[in-house]
Nanobody
Framework: QVQLVESGGGLVQAGDSLRLSCAAS????????MGWFRQAPGKEREFVAGIFWTDGYPVYAHSVEGRFTISGDNAKNTVYLQMNSLKSEDTAVYYC?????????????????WGQGTQVTVSS
């Protein structure tokens, strides 16, 4: 099994920055991918960013392209999401997830393990 723990969420004002962390433990995977997803009340869970462990190649949702940066540290089994220029529409619970197998990196169903989520609230 894999356990994922997110941290770094909080309440900020529009234009501010936050850095989310996701620490993985247990049976981690080195030839796969990690992803960040978010879900606002009444909305579906949506893909935010993903990263392939093999080469560190990032994938971003258009809504966060240029503002968010995903990165990973294999030695620490940790992935990060640097969020800059935050907007009120970024408000959501942010989840990290570990992909098992090789499904589409933007598809939530491709991920087997999920963290508990961390709340990000951006006020305008």
């Amino acid at each position: 099994q894999v356990q994922l723990v997110e941290s770094g969420g909080g309440l900020v004002q529009a234009g501010d920055s936050l850095r989310l962390s996701c620490a993985a433990s247990g049976r981690t995977f080195s030839s796969n991918a990690m992803g960040w997803f978010r879900q606002a009340p009444g909305k579906e869970r949506e893909f935010v960013a993903g990263i392939f462990w093999t080469d560190g190649y990032p994938v971003y949702a258009h809504s966060v392209e240029g503002r968010f940066t995903i990165s990973g540290d294999n030695a620490k089994n940790t992935v990060y999401l640097q969020m800059n220029s935050l907007k009120s529409e970024d408000t959501a619970v942010y989840y990290c997830a570990a992909r098992v197998g090789f499904g589409n990196i933007i598809d939530p169903s491709a991920y087997k393990y999920w963290g508990q989520g961390t709340q990000v609230t951006v006020s305008s």
